[in-house]
């Protein structure tokens, strides 16, 4: 009896029933915000600000660690592909796809389901991981051979930008 319950045949639903009952509370717990957006751009302007010189100088002061010339360029290049990272990461984990330009709209993502809304997300998060890590090993190299802010600006930026373009081949439907 207890698996007939499970299966829905006792209560004279189907499988198939169960499915779009599902689909449909799915649908209307999905809802439109811009909240989480907003919270991460105040967070990403007051972090990226401050955390980098306060870092700088705590090491200076409490360790007696200098980083260099550009220390605090470079970490601000690597908070903010970080930031992107983590912004891709509330998309994923929220399904916000509808922020992402280019994306579905709010109706198509909410028509569409979770699993299609995770994929997409993913798919972006993935390219952008791999840009991170790029970025990574980069500054790592430029921190040893001390190249020029510069260069690590340009570097680090078109990388954000060749990430943000590898994107566009991404496709919701």
């Known amino acids: 009896m207890v698996s007939r319950i499970a299966a829905g045949k006792l209560s004279g639903t189907t499988n198939a029933q169960a499915e779009e009952k599902e689909k449909m509370m799915e649908q209307r717990s999905y809802k439109k915000t811009y909240k989480p957006l907003f919270l991460w751009l105040l967070l990403f302007i007051a972090v990226s600000s401050f955390l980098p010189t306060f870092i700088n100088r705590m090491f200076g002061q409490l360790f007696q660690i200098t980083w ?21 990461v509330m998309i994923y984990a929220g399904e916000y796809v509808y922020w992402i330009n280019g994306g579905p709209s709010f109706e198509e993502a909410k ?3 979770s699993e ?49 373009i590898k994107t566009m081949s991404i496709r919701f439907n």
Do not use: N, Q, W
């Open 68 to 88: 260099g010339e550009g220390a605090e360029v470079r970490m601000i290049l690597i908070f903010m592909v970080m930031a992107i990272d983590g912004l891709m």
């Open 111 to 113: 028509a569409a389901g």
């Open 116 to 164: 299609k809304r995770k994929a997409y997300a993913a798919a972006h998060l993935s390219v952008f991981l791999k840009m991170t890590l790029v970025c990574c090993v980069y500054l790592v190299i430029s921190s040893f051979l001390r190249l020029p802010m510069g260069i690590d600006i340009v570097v680090i930026s078109s990388a954000v930008v060749v990430a943000a």
